[in-house]
């Protein structure tokens, strides 16, 4: 699925929305392991991913060709500082309406409207690609994630007390969310 969109941000920059690519794959990696050092909300610590560039060229370019998973960048002044996605949860009959969604950002970005517009987005591609439910995991302690995801119309249905063990906070609670995308 094609995707591009330009967003001029809170504080007047541009800031395009598109498919990543597998030329991408560098910047992406980048971005990963930067913004994945930079908080205690995502899934895992930069230094447990072994993440080859050339892997990430060819995931990278498997989901640009797929149909049912896309992944989107945002670049603010040529640089990537954001990436989110929307996955299959299985290709099984029972299952295949449902779709997970996933979302980082650079620190240095947050509040900007990136976030949001990066969800929208995503939000608009699963509706494109047929899904029926569009899921998510948050960390209970992000108070911004969890209000950006309710806003959007995101419902919680449990809750995992014991998600993640951090490093720093021992465990996590993760929040379960689901949006239905047929409104």
């Known amino acids: 699925m094609e995707y591009e969109k330009m967003i001029t941000l809170k504080d007047g920059r541009t800031c395009i929305l598109r498919n990543a690519v597998a030329e991408d794959a560098e910047a992406v990696l980048t971005n990963f392991f930067l913004t994945h050092s930079q908080t205690v909300y995502l899934a895992s610590y930069p230094g447990e991913n072994v993440l080859a560039l050339s892997t990430e060229k060819v995931y990278l370019q498997k989901i640009a060709e797929s149909d049912r998973d896309v992944q989107l960048v945002a670049k603010v002044d040529g640089i990537i500082v954001g990436s989110a996605g929307v996955n299959s949860i299985k290709q099984v009959e029972k299952m295949k309406h449902r779709a997970s969604f996933g979302i980082s950002i650079d620190q240095a970005f947050w509040g900007l409207g990136i976030g949001r517009a990066m969800m929208e987005s995503c939000i608009e591609c699963a509706k494109k690609m047929g899904y029926v439910q569009l899921e998510l995991e948050v960390v209970a ?15 919680e249905y449990g809750r995992n007390p014991k998600g993640f063990r951090s490093r720093l906070n021992g465990w996590q609670e993760l929040v379960l969310m689901r949006k239905e995308l047929t409104e």
Request: net charge positive.
């Open 141 to 155: 302690d992000n108070k911004r994630a969890c209000a950006l995801y309710h806003s959007a119309g995101f419902v």
